[in-house]
């Protein structure tokens, strides 16, 4: 028989079976996905009244329900049966994962080998144990504007390109932070002078970029889902340096580092490198305000410009360095056009006899107007001019269209480009 009260020996001529005692209860922290946590009861069963020893066991239930030899809402983990002098039961329970750090109730129970529970004390009572705060890592590979080479497309200012990476935490994706981050660099120079904010440089360097959770990247569901996705936003200067032929970083690439970010700060060991990625040659240029017309003002018949002058200055607006056509259309007014070899043109203030006549035909011209992003203005080089007005040209105004077009300077050499490393 059992007894749920008596002790001691009190002459029955029955077994009397006492109640295991439950003293006390600790718990560990532990990592969602280990089975590191373990649970210890503090126990004492006293021997029966026929001089044997009652084995005890330990539950450890997920809901405060027990019905005596198993939980009926869900286990944490159980003991096996074991002789309870006094002592301690243990058992080792798993940490779901993902699971949220903080606190997670459990209730422990002792019942011993004549399925006689205890009572009072920690039995059944609400205890908890601590899911310890997990940094996040990179899952897969991040990928520098979907894998496919780059465009610039805007003139002296930004183009955004996009950094996509997924993000996984052992404690849900929920626990990911906006201060998931993300560093991109031409490949050359290494992560490791791309990874502060000091070390930005519209060249070769975008560090610490503010990656924003992107459900089209990848959804996180619900608490159940450990990933989600991240994009982060480039916003890539018109000089940043091309990785394509014929310039001085050919075949060196661009990569984005992903490095993610929770409640425990950023985690820097769990960061993720994309492959490689092509920055396309952006040739692009344009005139500098105030020096982006070509006016010659009054001028005598059958005279010219003495020594050309500075009318235009071309500036470098994307990523390589320029040379430039140039060729022109004949100006038309009150008496007979003055054809485009009426005008001759230069990249220094030489004289009429030294300049270069300009052609209805595209013709090369040297210009050699440097990369850039090196001096915090765009690169330019400056454009002389002058005109010859005809003997029996009927005065009045004449206009035309001259064009400058963008032509790639050749590289071969160092400094070809006037480029840093």
């Given at each position: 028989m059992?007894?749920?009260?008596?002790?001691?020996?009190?002459?029955?001529?029955?077994?009397?079976?006492?109640?295991?005692t439950?003293s006390?209860?600790?718990?560990?922290?532990?990592?969602?996905?280990a089975?590191?946590?373990?649970?210890?009861?503090?126990?004492?069963?006293?021997?029966?009244?026929?001089?044997?020893q009652?084995?005890?066991?330990?539950?450890?239930?997920?809901?405060a329900?027990?019905?005596?030899?198993?939980?009926?809402?869900?286990e944490?983990?159980?003991?096996?049966?074991?002789?309870?002098?006094?002592?301690?039961?243990?058992?080792?329970?798993?940490?779901?994962?993902?699971?949220?750090?903080?606190?997670?109730?459990?209730?422990?129970?002792?019942?011993?080998?004549?399925?006689?529970?205890?009572?009072?004390?920690?039995?059944?009572?609400?205890?908890s144990?601590?899911?310890?705060?997990?940094?996040?890592?990179?899952?897969?590979?991040?990928?520098?504007n979907?894998?496919?080479a780059?465009?610039?497309?805007?003139?002296?200012?930004?183009?955004?390109?996009?950094?996509?990476?997924?993000?996984?935490?052992?404690?849900?994706?929920?626990?990911?932070?906006?201060?998931?981050?993300?560093?991109?660099?031409?490949?050359?120079i290494?992560?490791t002078?791309?990874?502060?904010?000091?070390?930005?440089?519209?060249?070769?360097?975008?560090p610490?970029?503010?990656?924003?959770?992107?459900?089209?990247?990848?959804?996180?569901?619900?608490?159940?889902?450990?990933?989600?996705?991240?994009?982060c936003?480039?916003?890539?200067?018109?000089?940043?340096?091309?990785?394509?032929?014929?310039?001085?970083?050919?075949?060196?690439?661009?990569?984005?580092?992903?490095?993610?970010?929770?409640?425990?700060?950023?985690?820097?060991?769990?960061?993720?490198?994309?492959?490689?990625?092509?920055?396309?040659?952006?040739l692009?240029?344009?005139?500098?305000?105030?020096?982006?017309?070509?006016?010659?003002?009054?001028?005598?018949?059958n005279?010219?410009?003495?020594?050309?002058?500075?009318k235009?200055r071309?500036?470098?607006?994307?990523n390589?360095?320029?040379?430039?056509?140039?060729?022109?259309?004949s100006?038309?007014?009150?008496?007979?056009?003055?054809?485009?070899?009426?005008?001759?043109?230069?990249?220094?203030?030489?004289?009429?006899?030294?300049?270069?006549?300009?052609s209805?035909?595209?013709a090369?011209?040297?210009?050699?107007?440097?990369?850039?992003?090196?001096?915090g203005?765009?690169?330019?080089?400056?454009?002389?001019?002058?005109?010859?007005?005809?003997?029996?040209?009927?005065?009045?105004?004449?206009?035309?269209?001259n064009?400058v077009s963008?032509?790639?300077?050749?590289?071969?050499?160092?400094?070809?480009?006037?480029?840093?490393?």
């Amino acid at each position: 028989m059992s007894n749920g009260g008596t002790s001691g020996n009190n002459g029955s001529p029955f077994a009397v079976n006492h109640r295991p005692t439950f003293s006390a209860v600790s718990d560990e922290a532990g990592n969602p996905g280990a089975s590191d946590v373990t649970i210890t009861a503090t126990t004492y069963d006293d021997d029966d009244d026929d001089g044997s020893q009652d084995t005890v066991s330990l539950y450890v239930c997920k809901t405060a329900a027990f019905n005596g030899s198993s939980c009926t809402g869900g286990e944490w983990c159980h003991s096996d049966p074991a002789v309870a002098p006094p002592g301690a039961l243990a058992c080792d329970l798993t940490v779901p994962d993902p699971q949220a750090h903080g606190e997670v109730n459990y209730y422990p129970y002792l019942v011993d080998s004549h399925s006689l529970q205890a009572s009072g004390g920690q039995h059944g009572s609400t205890q908890s144990y601590t899911v310890n705060d997990v940094v996040p890592t990179i899952s897969g590979t991040p990928s520098l504007n979907g894998g496919a080479a780059m465009d610039l497309t805007n003139e002296l200012s930004t183009t955004d390109i996009y950094f996509t990476g997924l993000v996984s935490d052992d404690n849900g994706c929920d626990d990911i932070t906006a201060s998931t981050t993300a560093d991109i660099w031409l490949h050359s120079i290494g992560h490791t002078a791309c990874d502060s904010a000091g070390e930005s440089n519209g060249n070769t360097c975008y560090p610490r970029l503010v990656c924003a959770y992107d459900a089209a990247v990848e959804e996180c569901i619900d608490a159940d889902d450990k990933t989600g996705g991240y994009k982060c936003t480039i916003p890539f200067q018109y000089y940043a340096n091309p990785t394509d032929s014929g310039t001085p970083w050919s075949g060196i690439g661009w990569t984005g580092t992903l490095v993610p970010a929770d409640g425990q700060g950023i985690n820097e060991g769990g960061a993720g490198n994309s492959a490689t990625t092509t920055m396309n040659s952006f040739l692009a240029l344009s005139m500098e305000s105030g020096y982006n017309a070509i006016a010659y003002g009054s001028m005598s018949i059958n005279t010219h410009t003495e020594t050309l002058l500075e009318k235009v200055r071309v500036q470098a607006a994307g990523n390589c360095a320029l040379n430039a056509n140039m060729s022109g259309t004949s100006m038309t007014g009150t008496g007979d056009p003055i054809t485009a070899a009426n005008q001759r043109y230069a990249a220094s203030a030489v004289s009429w006899a030294s300049g270069i006549e300009l052609s209805g035909v595209a013709a090369p011209f040297a210009l050699g107007v440097c990369k850039s992003g090196y001096t915090g203005t765009p690169e330019y080089k400056p454009i002389y001019w002058g005109i010859n007005i005809p003997a029996g040209q009927l005065p009045g105004s004449y206009t035309g269209t001259n064009t400058v077009s963008a032509v790639k300077k050749p590289w071969s050499n160092p400094n070809d480009w006037c480029e840093s490393p």
